[in-house]
């Protein structure tokens, strides 16, 4: 899918992923289409009320791969 989409897009190509293995494979082919620009891991926690505080509990991860096809 990136093959193709680095021969149609000019610009930004954003992949978001929550498996460690998409982000090998992802960082992996922009890096051999030369379009890689990097990864980002974004943790999210909510907060729940315990003991009358606050506390956060950690949401699953997600990452953010950015390739850019220039122009």
Sequence with gaps: M???LAEIVRGR??????????????VRTMKELG????ALHIQVSRSHELV???????INPVYIIVGEVKQ
């Design 2 to 4: 990136l093959e193709k």
């Design 13 to 26: 190509i954003v992949v978001n992923a929550v498996l460690l293995d998409t982000v090998s494979r992802t």
């Design 35 to 38: 379009i890689f620009v990097e």
């Design 52 to 58: 009358g505080d606050i506390m956060f509990q950690p």
